[in-house]
C-alpha cells in the first residue's frame, strides 16, 4: 500500500463516525483506530524481509503517530527494601498526585499509610479515580511522575508493610 493511499485512509477516517479500520493485504496489514477525542492510533504489520528499502520510511513516517508506551521506573528493580509491597495502576490514565495543582500531595515519602488512605487520582476518559492504599505501612518510593500517563498494571508507589 502506497503511503499516499493511507495518507487518504486517515483523513477519511477523520471525517467520518469510523472509531476502526482494517486492512489487509497479503503480508502487508494497517489498523488505524480513532478515539472520542479524535486521536489516531496507526499501527502497521509488515514483514521487514518484504519491503523495499524505498517504502521503508514512509512506513515508519505513517506510525509516528503511535503514542509510545511510558516507560517503566528503573527504581523498581532496585526497590529500597526487599520486602517492599508495589502499588500498582489498576488502570490505563493520567497520574496525579494531589486533587489540584493548588492542593497539597495526598502522601509523600515517609508517610504512614494505612487501607483506604487516597495515594493519588488517575485520570481515565475525563474521569478521575482515586486509587487507595491496599495495605498498612510507610511510603518507601514514588515511581511516576506528576501528570504522566500511566499503563496497566505499571508499578506506582513502593511501600513498606508496618
Same mark, same amino acid.
Given at each position: 500500500?502506497?503511503?499516499?493511499?493511507?495518507?487518504?485512509?486517515?483523513?477519511?477516517?477523520?471525517?467520518?463516525?469510523?472509531?476502526?479500520?482494517?486492512?489487509?493485504?497479503?503480508?502487508?496489514?494497517?489498523?488505524?483506530?480513532?478515539? %472520542?477525542?479524535?486521536?489516531?492510533?496507526? $499501527?502497521?504489520?509488515? +514483514? &521487514?524481509?518484504?519491503?523495499?528499502?524505498?517504502? @521503508?520510511? #514512509?512506513?515508519?513516517?505513517?506510525?509516528?503517530?503511535?503514542?509510545?508506551?511510558?516507560?517503566?521506573?528503573?527504581?523498581?528493580?532496585? %526497590?529500597?527494601?526487599?520486602?517492599?509491597? $508495589?502499588?500498582?495502576? +489498576? &488502570?490505563?490514565?493520567?497520574?496525579?498526585?494531589? @486533587?489540584? #495543582?493548588?492542593?497539597?500531595?495526598?502522601?509523600?515519602?515517609?508517610?504512614?499509610?494505612?487501607?483506604?488512605?487516597?495515594?493519588?487520582?488517575?485520570?481515565?476518559?475525563?474521569?478521575?479515580?482515586?486509587?487507595?492504599?491496599?495495605?498498612?505501612?510507610?511510603?518507601?518510593?514514588?515511581?511516576?511522575?506528576?501528570?504522566?500517563?500511566?499503563?496497566?498494571?505499571?508499578?506506582?508507589?513502593?511501600?513498606?508493610?508496618?
Amino acid at each position: 500500500m502506497e503511503f499516499k493511499q493511507i495518507q487518504e485512509l486517515i483523513k477519511a477516517i477523520n471525517k467520518s463516525n469510523i472509531s476502526e479500520l482494517s486492512v489487509e493485504e497479503g503480508d502487508f496489514k494497517i489498523t488505524i483506530k480513532q478515539q %472520542a477525542s479524535d486521536t489516531q492510533f496507526v $499501527t502497521v504489520h509488515q +514483514p &521487514m524481509q518484504a519491503m523495499p528499502m524505498q517504502q @521503508s520510511a #514512509p512506513q515508519q513516517a505513517i506510525s509516528a503517530p503511535q503514542p509510545q508506551a511510558p516507560s517503566q521506573a528503573p527504581a523498581v528493580a532496585s %526497590a529500597p527494601a526487599d520486602n517492599a509491597t $508495589t502499588i500498582k495502576s +489498576p &488502570m490505563i490514565g493520567t497520574f496525579y498526585r494531589s @486533587s489540584s #495543582p493548588d492542593k497539597p500531595l495526598f502522601v509523600n515519602v515517609g508517610d504512614e499509610v494505612k487501607p483506604g488512605d487516597v495515594l493519588c487520582i488517575i485520570e481515565a476518559m475525563k474521569l478521575f479515580n482515586e486509587i487507595e492504599c491496599e495495605v498498612s505501612g510507610r511510603i518507601v518510593k514514588v515511581l511516576i511522575d506528576d501528570a504522566s500517563p500511566v499503563e496497566y498494571d505499571q508499578p506506582l508507589f513502593l511501600v513498606e508493610p508496618a
